[in-house]
């Protein structure tokens, strides 16, 4: 088992910066990918950013250039730097990990941005 406790979200203006963290415990090993994925009102989740093993990203074309994944090299942390955040950006932000065939979620996060 993975457990995931995502931080940081917030409120800011449009045009901000926020940082969101997640917390890993539990099982760690053999997580494949750790992901970002966002939920807004009414909409699907979709996908925001990926984090392979071999350090491979992977963004949606909606966050490139502006948002980045990364993880601590004890790989219990995973981070989402967000910048230049638009209205549009507003969701409940969930960090994800996939180990072998089980994929752990965490609960989530709130991100509002203000235009």
């Known amino acids: 088992q993975v457990q995931l406790v995502e931080s940081g979200g917030g409120s800011v203006q449009a045009g901000g910066s926020l940082r969101l963290s997640c917390a890993a415990s539990?099982?760690?090993?053999?997580?494949?990918?750790v992901a970002w994925h966002r939920q807004a009102p009414g909409k699907q989740r979709e996908l925001v950013a990926s984090?392979?093993?071999?350090?491979?990203?992977n963004y949606a074309d909606s966050v490139k250039g502006r948002f980045t994944i990364s993880r601590n090299n004890a790989k219990t942390m995973v981070y989402l730097q967000m910048n230049s955040l638009k209205p549009e950006d507003a969701a409940v932000y969930y960090c994800?990990?996939?180990?072998?065939?089980?994929?752990?979620w965490g609960r989530g996060t709130q991100v509002t941005v203000s235009s």
């Open positions: 994800a990990a996939a180990q072998q065939r089980n994929t752990y």
């Open positions: 539990g099982f760690l090993s053999n997580i494949n990918t």
């Open positions: 984090l392979t093993s071999s350090d491979r990203t």
